[in-house]
């Protein structure tokens, strides 16, 4: 089973800070996401990356960023934390059908609940 | 752009009761749509997903879906409700390497 692990479910951030969301799957899957979960919105892709090094902005990237220098590792990065990035934080990973690229499902982790006072 | 909308943000069923859950989509090309499912505190699971091929498509706990291109929907149905099928519900459609998701049916299943 494809295993998705967030490394933390819960955090607590002051306004300003930077913070750090860590995501790690462990099966080889090429494509990994970071989207956002809010009630009455759904998700919302924030940026995507399709291989190491390679990143693309998804519907919302305003305020974030992301780093991938490892193939199971993908991180989000909030430069300055501000009171609306208070949200439910959900990474999925999928691999790339090179015959299909859109056949494969996402694979998601179990979220990290962040919040910003 | 691809999109879906699900109707209703708030189902509630009785136990035994038929399931359904709507999803109508817009896409410009032929759309791949799959059903995820939330329980509390978890991330998403997947329960089905059409790419191509038969139009009727079987998931895991019970749950189907029906592909109707010439009604542009993709509703998710349970022929019998369990209680533990009370969870939050999304639809979604493929978009390039990634899904755009609808905003979620929020199941409640009654004694």
């Known amino acids: 089973d494809v295993k998705v692990t967030q490394s933390s479910r819960y955090l607590v951030k002051r306004t300003g800070e930077k913070v750090f969301l860590e995501c790690v799957q462990d099966?080889?899957?090429?494509?990994m996401f970071w989207y956002r979960q809010d009630p009455g919105l759904g998700l919302r892709l924030i940026y995507f990356?399709?291989?190491?090094?390679?990143?693309e902005k998804g519907d919302i990237p305003e305020g974030y960023s992301v780093s991938r220098e490892k193939k199971e590792r993908f991180s989000l990065i909030l430069e300055s934390a501000s009171t609306n990035q208070t949200s439910m934080y959900l990474c999925?990973?999928?691999?790339?059908?090179?015959?299909?690229?859109?056949?494969?499902?996402?694979?998601f982790g179990n979220g990290t609940r962040l919040t910003v006072t | 752009a691809q999109s879906v909308t699900q109707l209703g943000s708030h189902v509630s069923v009785s136990e035994g009761a038929l399931v359904l859950l709507r999803c109508n989509y817009s896409s410009s090309v032929p759309p791949y749509l799959f059903w995820y499912v939330q329980y509390p505190n978890q991330g998403l699971q997947l329960l089905l997903k059409y790419t191509t091929g038969a139009t009727l498509v079987k998931g895991i706990n019970g749950f189907e879906a029906e592909f109707k291109k010439s009604e542009t929907s993709f509703h998710l149905t349970k022929p019998s409700a369990h209680m533990s099928d009370a969870a939050e519900y999304f639809c979604?459609?493929?978009?390039?390497?990634?899904?755009?998701f609808g905003k979620g049916t929020s199941l409640l299943v009654t004694p």
């Open positions: 979604a459609v493929s978009a390039g390497y990634a899904l755009n």
């Open positions: 999925a990973s999928s691999f790339l059908n090179y015959r299909d690229r859109s056949n494969s499902p996402l694979h």
């Open positions: 990356s399709y291989d190491v090094k390679m990143k």
């Open positions: 099966m080889d899957h090429e494509n």
